[in-house]
């Protein structure tokens, strides 16, 4: 079955990290033209976890801004990370 959004994903840059969470989150990490977008494996932003509708994490408005690690995109979006410590298993 083919990604109906291939194209929009694939127009998001290269892909640079793919994080999997504890309960089955995932998070992409891409960059283009020194800019980084952080999306869902389908294309999809995450869903904020103060608004709780989807939209841009905020290192996606700075320009070369540091690549986002596991545990700092975890925190942020509050999925668990079995075995880091940061999912209350310390």
């Given at each position: 079955m083919a990604n109906e959004n291939a194209g929009e994903v694939a127009s998001l840059g290269r892909k640079i990290a793919h994080y999997?969470?504890?309960?089955?989150?995932?998070?992409?990490?891409?960059?283009?033209?020194?800019?980084?977008?952080?999306?869902?494996?389908?294309?999809?932003?995450?869903v904020c976890p103060?608004?709780?509708?989807?939209?841009?994490?905020?290192?996606?408005?700075?320009?070369?801004?540091?690549?986002?690690?596991y545990d700092e995109l975890g925190l942020y979006y509050n999925y668990p990370?079995?075995?880091t410590g940061w999912d209350g298993d310390c």
């Amino acid at each position: 079955m083919a990604n109906e959004n291939a194209g929009e994903v694939a127009s998001l840059g290269r892909k640079i990290a793919h994080y999997y969470f504890s309960d089955g989150h995932e998070l992409v990490v891409f960059v283009r033209a020194r800019r980084l977008a952080i999306r869902e494996p389908d294309g999809r932003f995450p869903v904020c976890p103060v608004q709780h509708v989807r939209g841009p994490h905020p290192a996606e408005e700075e320009f070369d801004a540091s690549i986002p690690a596991y545990d700092e995109l975890g925190l942020y979006y509050n999925y668990p990370m079995a075995g880091t410590g940061w999912d209350g298993d310390c």
